[in-house]
């Protein structure tokens, strides 16, 4: 068992499982642009790597699996993205198609883009305190990485419109009964929960179950065709929303750790 240190994540081989843990517990895993390119790098290396079937992801600590995206990065004008790699998208993964399984191992809260991030995983396990939630609208934002069309995909549509328009969280044991995640573990045993999950996939063939994940997402040469339409509406909407006063105003208020004044403009 070996770990080796990334700028901004940690990967660790057990057996034929690739971890991948987000490294800045201190910013409650929150995603800057060094997260990104330590994890969108990791993917690369466990798709090209016949010994790695199956891929878990987690963040550092007991707190935050991952408090989404760094708005104090942003209220600097920070990129978020893997530099030359920005078609990875956040976090180096929702926009990273790859052919291994993933499983999001979510320890704590997994706000923004941290449930973002777990929405583009193919499994979910959760820690009892997990949480889950878009507050994107609180900030002047919108769940850009996905969240805002795949989330309805994934559970009812009346729940995923409260979320996304509330900015409000839901409990694990609420993301479970809705079939948000798969399975929900005591805290502190989450991440060998997803490994033991890892294992029972990678015991199988893998060149089935890489088959196999291809045609139930509709993954063709590295891309989910179905979600393209999704992609290119969040992306117009995220860049008119960008040249807004508002826009502005949330990151700073968040950074300045005060009520924002919208001005919907």
Same mark, same amino acid.
């Given at each position: 068992?070996?770990?080796?240190?990334e700028?901004g994540?940690?990967?660790?081989?057990?057996?034929? $499982? +690739?971890?991948?843990?987000?490294n800045?517990p201190?910013a409650?895993?929150? $995603?800057?642009s060094?997260?990104?390119a330590?994890?969108?790098g990791?993917?690369?290396?466990?798709?090209?790597?016949?010994?790695v079937?199956?891929i878990?992801i987690t963040g550092?600590g007991?707190k935050?699996?991952?408090a989404?995206?760094?708005?104090?990065a942003?209220?600097?004008?920070?990129s +978020?993205?893997?530099?030359?790699?920005e078609?990875?998208?956040f976090?180096g993964f929702v926009?990273? $198609?790859?052919s291994?399984?993933t499983?999001?191992?979510?320890?704590?809260?997994?706000l923004g883009?941290?449930?973002e991030l777990? +929405?583009a995983?193919?499994?979910? *396990?959760?820690?009892e305190?997990?949480s889950?939630?878009?507050?994107e609208?609180?900030r002047g934002?919108?769940?850009? /990485?996905?969240?805002?069309?795949?989330l309805?995909?994934?559970?009812?549509q009346?729940l995923?419109?409260?979320?996304i328009?509330?900015?409000?969280?839901i409990?694990?044991a609420?993301a479970?009964?809705?079939?948000l995640?798969?399975? *929900?573990?005591?805290d502190?045993?989450?991440?060998?929960?997803a490994?033991a999950?890892a294992?029972?996939?990678?015991?199988n063939?893998p060149?089935?179950v890489?088959?196999?994940?291809?045609? /139930?997402l509709?993954?063709?040469?590295?891309?989910r065709?179905?979600e393209n339409e999704?992609?290119?509406?969040s992306?117009?909407?995220?860049q008119? +929303?960008?040249?807004s006063?508002?826009?502005?105003?949330?990151?700073?208020a968040?950074?300045?750790?005060?009520?924002?004044?919208?001005k919907s403009?």
């Amino acid at each position: 068992m070996t770990a080796a240190t990334e700028a901004g994540a940690l990967t660790e081989r057990r057996d034929n $499982v +690739l971890l991948i843990t987000i490294n800045r517990p201190e910013a409650r895993n929150a $995603v800057n642009s060094a997260v990104s390119a330590a994890v969108g790098g990791a993917l690369v290396e466990a798709e090209n790597d016949p010994e790695v079937r199956c891929i878990v992801i987690t963040g550092a600590g007991d707190k935050s699996f991952c408090a989404g995206a760094d708005l104090k990065a942003i209220s600097r004008g920070e990129s +978020l993205f893997a530099p030359g790699n920005e078609q990875w998208g956040f976090a180096g993964f929702v926009r990273h $198609v790859v052919s291994k399984p993933t499983i999001a191992a979510v320890n704590g809260t997994a706000l923004g883009g941290g449930t973002e991030l777990a +929405l583009a995983a193919d499994l979910i *396990v959760a820690a009892e305190s997990a949480s889950f939630g878009l507050p994107e609208v609180k900030r002047g934002l919108l769940a850009g /990485a996905g969240g805002v069309f795949r989330l309805p995909a994934q559970i009812p549509q009346r729940l995923a419109m409260e979320m996304i328009l509330t900015g409000d969280p839901i409990s694990a044991a609420t993301a479970c009964e809705y079939g948000l995640i798969n399975h *929900v573990v005591p805290d502190g045993t989450v991440v060998e929960a997803a490994l033991a999950l890892a294992e029972r996939i990678a015991v199988n063939a893998p060149l089935s179950v890489q088959a196999s994940k291809r045609i /139930a997402l509709g993954i063709q040469s590295g891309d989910r065709p179905s979600e393209n339409e999704g992609w290119t509406q969040s992306e117009a909407e995220w860049q008119e +929303l960008m040249d807004s006063e508002d826009a502005k105003e949330g990151p700073m208020a968040f950074a300045e750790k005060r009520a924002p004044v919208w001005k919907s403009r």
